[in-house]
């Protein structure tokens, strides 16, 4: 049975991430700064079997308090097999609305988090020479996402930090991946810019984000893509299949990628202006 930690476990990717590795047997702790609502997914997964799960408060912006849960976890369970640093938060708005607030969150949580995650589960893994980790990026990490480039710019880095960490990884036994989803639909969507100040997306943005992608992914489609591509070692997780179109089409030619991505933005001036 395999132990594995599961950040922003409380909803969405997190919560169905944990689900697939319960159903699969495996002991999860399910870590968010709501730890209520961790609480909650925790006690509903350990009726699913036949895997265990356990509910931790964990804000993966505190370096010392990812160490120490992970420490604590391989100390009680001997090891730590997987490791999904999926913590995450949405930021909306063009360039001039954005604030340095709306930055350094998206820096500390999406980045830095996955930086606190990595840190502290990459030594262990090295000392028992296995274990996977796998970080939650975005299709905006691989693609020039406009009205939110904070999150987008996060996000790329979360892809560049896990394919460079695969490669010194490789030799040691340490597997690392990288989920890229398009839009899923989860309560990220509905609390863009948690406690920021304000810009026009604001908020609830699903009306926007559907007239990007009319059909949103759901998180548990997407969790057994992930799963899959956990099994396959898959270095770049990218789904569904529209992602995976649009990152074929921006590598092939990058200008028309960037053109096409400017008309959302000329879009939303529109609609400020309106």
């Known amino acids: 049975m395999s132990i594995a930690i599961v950040t922003g476990g409380a909803s969405g990717i997190g919560r169905a991430i944990a689900t697939a590795l319960v159903r699969r ?41 990812v160490a120490d849960h992970y420490q604590a976890l391989k100390r009680d369970h001997g090891r730590l097999d997987l ?26 949580i999406n980045l830095k988090g996955v930086v606190h995650g990595v840190h502290a589960a990459y030594p262990i893994m090295l000392e028992q020479r296995s274990g996977h980790i796998i970080n939650t990026a975005s299709a ?9 480039i ?27 991946s990288v989920v890229c989803p398009t839009f899923v639909d989860t309560p990220l969507l509905d609390n863009i810019n948690p406690g ?57 030619n990058p200008a028309m990628a960037v053109r096409v991505a400017s008309l959302a933005v000329n879009r939303m001036r529109k609609q400020q202006k309106s």
């Open 25 to 65: 047997g495996h002991t999860v702790s399910v870590t968010d700064i709501n730890g209520e609502g961790a609480e909650a997914v925790a006690e509903k997964l350990n009726e699913v079997g036949p895997g265990k799960a356990f509910a931790s408060v964990l804000n993966v912006t505190d370096a010392e308090a």
């Open 83 to 108: 490791v999904f640093n999926n913590a995450g938060i949405a930021i909306g708005g063009l360039a001039e609305d954005l604030t340095l607030d709306h930055w350094n969150r998206a820096i500390d």
């Open 150 to 176: 904070p999150y987008t710019a996060t996000k790329h880095a979360v892809v560049g930090l896990s394919l460079g960490l695969r490669a010194e990884g490789a030799g040691r036994g340490v597997k690392v």
């Open 196 to 252: 920021l100040p304000e810009t026009p997306m604001s908020g609830d943005s699903r009306a926007e984000i559907k007239q990007a992608q009319p059909r949103l992914y759901t998180a548990e489609k997407l969790a057994r893509d992930i799963m899959r591509g956990v099994d396959k070692n898959q270095a770049l997780i990218v789904a569904p299949a529209s992602a995976r179109a649009v990152w074929r089409g921006t590598r092939l």
């Open 140 to 148: 905006a990490g691989l693609v020039p996402m406009p009205l939110g």
